[in-house]
């Protein structure tokens, strides 16, 4: 399928990098360190008091409600609490070990350094991130990304996150580029894909869990990022 885009908009997390198993094998380490395993019968359990409590907090993180020291505190105390860790030294030393370790890992979503160089030769490549920039800047260099893409745009650094159209008209603004010539590739419906749509700017929804869902993509979907070498050729 041939397009006329000029410039890929790429999420980063879950979309090229793989979040949730760096994530996972940051905690991992973190609960063998700070012997965690006193508080509660296995990793799996520690993992249950802290997802669903990181995937709040961030929810009001982005929509301005928290300030990022505090989600960078609170995502452990409030678990490490539920499970009777109370010691305020093991929650801040995991809180900033976390921070340093996580963005070291370098795991990649299936495919995605091959789709990445392929891109490159064509496209004005670009990440378009929810996340914290020196964070965000760290996973690109040490998982090898980062000499791909022109530019890389960070809500932290913005001061708005998606899926707000300020965020997508600033970095379209920023290429000096129309939107017709732009394209976003995400995984996330509400951030990436909704917030591009609103903004006036394709999307193509990365689905590799292939989640059902009533939104209209049309053909706009994939579930393997090496889909988009189809896609964009």
């Known amino acids: 399928m041939k397009h006329k885009y000029t410039h890929l908009l790429f999420d980063l997390d879950n979309t090229l990098w793989d979040f949730n198993s760096n994530a996972q094998t940051t905690l991992l380490e973190l609960y063998s360190t700070y012997a965690i395993k006193q508080y509660v019968n296995g990793f799996d359990v520690f993992m249950d008091a802290f997802s669903p409590v990181n995937k709040e907090l961030w929810r009001m993180y982005l929509k301005g409600k928290l300030?990022?020291?505090?989600?960078?505190?609170?995502?452990?105390?409030?678990?490490?609490?539920?499970?009777?860790?109370?010691?305020?030294?093991?929650?801040?030393?995991?809180?900033?070990?976390?921070?340093?370790?996580?963005?070291?890992?370098?795991?990649?979503?299936?495919?995605?350094?091959?789709?990445?160089?392929?891109?490159?030769?064509?496209?004005?490549?670009?990440?378009?991130?929810?996340?914290?920039?020196?964070?965000?800047?760290?996973?690109?260099?040490?998982?090898?990304?980062?000499?791909?893409?022109?530019?890389?745009?960070?809500?932290?650094?913005?001061g708005v996150a998606k899926p707000h159209v300020y965020f997508f008209d600033y970095v379209v603004k920023s290429l000096h580029a129309t939107k017709n010539q732009c394209c976003v590739i995400g995984d996330s419906l509400e951030a990436d894909i909704k917030g591009a749509q609103k903004a006036g700017i394709d999307a193509v929804y990365y689905n590799p869990m292939r989640k059902e869902h009533a939104e209209v993509v049309e053909e706009r979907e994939v579930a393997e990022l090496s889909e988009l070498m189809e896609f964009f050729r």
């Open 67 to 158: 300030q990022k020291t505090e989600l960078n505190l609170e995502r452990f105390k409030r678990p490490l609490n539920a499970i009777g860790c109370f010691d305020e030294l093991v929650i801040r030393n995991m809180a900033q070990t976390y921070l340093e370790i996580l963005p070291t890992q370098t795991g990649l979503m299936p495919g995605a350094l091959e789709v990445i160089q392929n891109l490159h030769s064509t496209y004005q490549l670009h990440i378009v991130s929810n996340g914290m920039k020196v964070e965000q800047y760290k996973k690109m260099t040490n998982s090898g990304l980062l000499p791909y893409f022109t530019k890389v745009f960070v809500s932290d650094q913005l």
